[in-house]
Each structure stands twice: as structure tokens, then as C-alpha cells.
């Protein structure tokens, strides 16, 4: 007999108990893939009914052939919607399959028999139900009429009584002298010991019974059972959520929604006159034909001075990425606020920004250049924490600025998929570098499990960030098209999230004084500081306790004397949104 070490597992077997498939089985010849998903999605190996097996989800779940150890298989819950299960105990956690394990898809749901071919050596069989006979189907034995003489012969049919002369009166004699005593005959003998057979054959029949019962509770009080409170490693947590984190690409521009026209940072001639020699006096001595103009408000705040022209103007407005990822079936994403809603957060100048020249509001209301005592225009470095949606110097409409930010356009690229699908803002937090979105999609789409421990998390704790770093390298598929009225083939970026991994590595919070005041305030507000420093690009991805649950949103990073830290928003703030 072959060890298990050498023994080399060729197919996977599932005899589908119930749902659609019922009665059928199927069989995967490991030679030619190493994996197995599950669901209604027709991408799926195993594929069920989208319409009799609605308890499945699209993607539900994946059995893996472990890379380390060829003859192990792991299941995992790819965040189904109804769950998972394995002999009728819910799996959250990757959970080792062995032969005779029954899956279940969903509470109620579909259930197949795991198998494999060839089975390892000192794998149990499914133990078979042994079909007992019945003991008492022997015929009826035939009750003989026993003769009043000790002979043991039956007596005659006839009714003539016997002689008692000669010899036969001795007979005679000795059978009176017999009455009252009873003998067996041979059948009788033969019945009697036959029920003593069956007797012993049940108690047999019973003790096997026991002794199966026995065993099989061994064997599934011995046999790998699922962890429910088990810690996850890196790689498990990857593999059960990369398929909810979603890389993001956007382009906005800031609206005035009076006249629905885009926001332009205003710029002038750095010329503004001549001197006594005829020669040119600039704003900004350098090569520079234009300079940035600021405005100050009536508060001394300082803002860009804004205009609807275009001609020499820098528009308002801004493009990237980042990360997202999907926290229900059905299309909503968390991503940071800074990507799915830029207006919302502190602008990013462009550097011909700085330094720039100060206007103020003059008589009648119009914007004036403010000078030096010399006549010399002013010089600032002004308005570093503009937020563009929250701009006054036009005034309000209604309970909100006379400003918004729209989309060019808006797009999710989920892992392994070259379509972009387009994205709309739900909602955006008013508390913190939070937004949601949502996607339109016609099937379900994984997604990720959250858990808001703001109040037990500790310092130490360890965690893994997914996400799309900018610094990390891009990958690349070939579309060839098939319309003969636009056959250019394109070349799509196929997301693939990285993984990084790190501890929390301090609590900044903000503490509430007795009298309603903040006694204690950070720089950053209420985050958690990190070691996982991924960098740019993987703001608005999901940060992972040790059960693959989402604990944060990744959104911020500091450098300063050679060091890095970075930043998450606790979940609490994206829960707040899904309410």
C-alpha cells in the first residue's frame, strides 16, 4: 500500500445530495486545475441554477488544493450571502476538507458529498447502513401430535383403539404407568433451538449496532472541525476578500450650480507696468507669463479667486485613483472621501499656484489687487487648506455654497475583470475622509465582512491592508474587438489588490471633556496609526483584523526625519453611512 506521501490525489468527486443537481455527480481531474468555485455565476466550475438554487450566491464559495501539501483541500466562503456549511455547522474561517464532508450552500440550500480518487490511506470510508434480515421469516414449523407411548413415533390416524393382549399389554401397562410425564419431539426440539439461534443473532446484530454508533461518533468527535474563533493568516485574508476590493479611477471638476458652468482658478499677467527706464515690472521675478490670484473674505480667510473662463485660467478640478471595496451584494462600496468625492477634501494646488497676488473686495463689491506701500502688488502663499465644496466667496444657495463637485467620469475595476464598471456617489461623511458608492451591476458581487471594535482594539493588534499602491507594477490584457464598425484592439488594466501587512501601532482619539468641550485633540482626529505603509493609491482600502473582518479604511501617510506612518479611519464611520 502506498503512503500518503506518495499517494497523488487525481479527481475530486461531489455527489450532489439535493437542489438542482440532485443525484448527479461530478468529477475534476486535478491534472487540469487546482481549484474549484462554486455558485451561480456562469464563470463558476461547479454551476448552479440561477433560478431553482436562489440560495446561492454568484461567487459562494472555492475548494483549493493546498500548494504545501497536495493531498489537502480547503474550503472557503467567498462572503455568500447565506452562508456556508459543513456538516451542518457553519464555516466562516478556510476550513481542510476530508472524504465524506457534506456541503452545504446556504441555510436550506443545495448539498453535495466531498470526495476524493484515490483515498489516502486510513481515510474512512461513509460508513454503509447494513440491511439487517429479519430473523423471524423462517417458516412456521408444523406442530406434530405426540403418541402417549414413550417411543417418540407419532401415533396412528386411526381412530380404532389398540389391542392390549400379548406384549401389548406390557406396553400397556407401562404407559399407564407413564401418565402425567410429557416428551418433545424433533421438530419441537429443531424450533426451540432455532429461536435460541435468532435470539443470539439479534444480541449480535445489536452489539455491531452499538459499537458502529460508537465509532462513528469517535470519528466525528476526532475528524478536523472548523475554527470558529481562529486566527486567519495573511494569505487567508487575501484570498477571502480580494474579490470586493476594487480599484478606482476618476476625474472631477468643481460647478457653479447657478449657471451650471466649471469653476476656473482665475490667473493675471505677471506684468503690471513699467519702470522709469522702460522696463518691465513683474509680480513674480521669473520666466512666468501668468500668476495665481487669491482673495481674501470679509473673516480674513483666504480662497483662489474663482472665474467661469477658461482663457489663461487653471480649471478647478482634479483626476486619479484609489482603492474601494464592496460591502453589500447588491453595488455599495466604501472608499476614503478624498477619492470618491475630491471637492470634498483640502486641494492640491499645481505648483505655478505659489506664490500668488491678493485681491480684496473693494467699493461696489469688486475684487481689487492689494499693494505694498511701495505700489508693489502683494505677495502670499495663501489658502493651503481650501476645501473646493466648501468655497463662500459665492455665496450660498439655499443650505449649501453655490459650488459642487461632478465626475468626468467615475469607474470600479473589480480583480481579474478588464470591464470598468461606473460608479455614482451615495453618500459622503461629514465626519470623517469617508464616502460611499454605488455600482449597478445585474448579478450579486463579493463582498467584504465588517466589524466596528473601536472599543476593544489595542495597540499591537495585527492587521492586513488590500489594496492598489501606485508603485506597484500595472498588468496589462489585450482586448481584441469583434464590431466591425470599431475593431481597434485596446489594451486594459487588470486589477490585481496587493497585500500588506502591519500591526496597529497607536490610537489617536479624541476625548471628550465633562463640560462637552475636546480635551484631548490629535492632528490627524480619531484614526488609528499603522506600521502598513502601502502609499499612495490604496487610500480607500479595507484594513483586516486577524479574522478577515474590516476594522478601518486606509486614507493617509506621513514621512518626516527618514520615518513613515500611516493612517486608517476606524469602520464605525463607514457603518454610520450604511444606515
Known amino acids: 500500500m502506498e503512503s500518503n506521501a506518495t499517494t497523488k490525489i487525481e ?13 448527479k455527480e461530478e468529477t475534476f481531474d486535478l491534472h487540469q486545475l487546482q481549484e474549484l468555485t462554486i455558485g451561480r455565476h456562469p464563470s463558476s466550475r461547479v454551476q448552479y441554477d440561477e433560478a431553482k438554487d436562489d440560495l446561492v450566491s454568484g461567487q459562494h464559495a472555492r475548494i483549493t488544493q493546498e500548494a504545501a501539501d497536495p493531498t489537502a483541500f480547503t474550503l472557503t466562503d467567498l462572503n455568500s450571502r447565506n452562508g456556508l456549511y459543513v456538516d451542518k455547522q ?23 458529498e466531498f470526495d476524493l480518487e484515490p483515498r489516502l490511506a486510513g481515510q474512512l470510508k461513509k460508513t454503509r447502513t447494513a440491511a439487517l434480515s429479519n430473523s423471524d421469516s423462517f417458516p412456521k414449523t408444523r406442530t406434530s401430535e405426540i403418541s402417549d407411548s414413550g417411543s417418540g413415533e407419532f401415533a396412528s390416524s386411526s381412530s380404532q383403539p389398540l389391542s392390549t393382549t ?27 433451538a432455532s429461536a435460541k439461534q435468532r435470539e443470539t443473532r439479534r444480541q449480535m446484530l445489536a452489539v455491531g449496532g452499538v459499537l458502529l454508533v460508537l465509532l462513528g461518533a469517535a ?16 494569505t487567508q485574508v487575501w484570498e477571502m476578500n480580494r474579490g470586493a476590493v476594487a480599484q478606482i479611477q476618476l476625474s472631477w471638476k468643481l460647478t457653479n450650480t447657478r449657471t451650471g458652468q466649471p469653476m476656473y482658478h482665475a490667473y493675471v499677467d505677471n506684468e503690471y507696468g513699467k519702470d522709469a527706464n522702460g522696463n ?50 447588491d453595488g455599495f462600496l466604501l472608499t476614503a472621501r478624498h477619492v470618491g468625492a475630491g471637492w470634498m477634501t483640502q486641494y492640491q494646488y499645481p505648483d505655478s499656484a505659489y506664490p500668488g497676488i491678493v485681491y480684496v473686495r473693494g467699493p461696489g463689491g469688486k475684487y481689487v489687487r492689494r499693494t505694498n506701500p511701495d505700489g508693489s502688488p502683494e505677495l502670499a502663499r495663501p489658502a493651503y487648506r481650501w476645501v473646493p465644496g466648501n468655497t463662500r466667496q459665492l455665496g450660498a444657495q439655499g443650505s449649501r455654497w453655490a459650488v459642487e463637485g461632478r465626475h468626468d467620469y467615475l469607474n470600479v475595476t473589480f480583480p481579474g475583470n478588464k470591464t470598468t464598471i461606473p460608479a455614482r456617489v451615495a453618500r459622503v461623511s461629514d465626519q470623517h475622509d469617508v464616502a460611499m458608492l454605488k455600482i449597478d451591476m ?9 466589524l466596528d471594535n473601536y472599543d476593544k482594539i489595542k495597540v499591537g493588534d495585527t492587521i492586513t491592508v488590500l489594496g492598489y499602491p501606485a508603485v506597484s507594477p500595472v498588468t ?13 484592439a485596446q489594451a486594459k488594466v487588470i486589477p490585481d489588490p496587493s497585500l500588506t501587512t502591519g500591526n496597529i501601532g497607536r490610537l489617536l482619539r479624541v476625548q471628550k471633556s465633562s463640560n462637552g468641550g475636546d480635551d484631548v485633540q490629535s492632528d490627524m482626529g480619531d484614526v488609528y496609526q499603522v506600521t502598513a505603509n502601502p502609499g499612495g493609491g490604496n487610500s480607500g482600502g479595507p484594513v483586516f483584523d486577524d479574522h478577515g473582518k474590516v476594522v478601518g479604511i486606509y486614507f493617509a501617510g506621513a514621512q518626516a526625519s527618514g520615518g513613515q506612518v500611516s ?12 444606515k
Open 11 to 23: 479527481r475530486i468527486i461531489l455527489r450532489h445530495l439535493s437542489g438542482s443537481k440532485a443525484g
Open 90 to 112: 457553519r464555516v466562516i474561517t478556510p476550513v481542510r476538507l476530508v472524504p465524506g464532508n457534506v456541503i452545504q450552500l446556504g441555510a436550506g440550500g443545495p448539498e453535495f
Open 166 to 192: 400379548g406384549s401389548n399389554k406390557k406396553n400397556a401397562s407401562a404407559a399407564e404407568s407413564n401418565q402425567g410425564k410429557s416428551y418433545i419431539g424433533k421438530s419441537t426440539a429443531y424450533e426451540i
Open 219 to 234: 470519528f466525528l468527535y476526532l475528524r478536523p472541525r472548523p475554527c470558529t474563533d481562529c486566527a486567519l493568516t495573511p
Open 280 to 329: 518691465s515690472l513683474r509680480m513674480v521675478n521669473d520666466n512666468r507669463q501668468r500668476v495665481a490670484a487669491y482673495v481674501v473674505l470679509d473673516d480674513g480667510t483666504y480662497e483662489p479667486l474663482l472665474t467661469e473662463s477658461s482663457a489663461g485660467n487653471a480649471p478647478i478640478g482634479g483626476s486619479g485613483g484609489g482603492t474601494g471595496f464592496a460591502v453589500t451584494s
Open 442 to 450: 445585474p448579478g450579486t458581487v463579493s463582498k467584504c465582512e465588517l
Open 476 to 488: 496589462w490584457g489585450r482586448i481584441t474587438s469583434q464590431d466591425p464598425f470599431n475593431s481597434q
Open 567 to 578: 493612517f486608517a479611519v476606524p469602520i464605525r464611520y463607514g457603518l454610520e453611512l450604511m
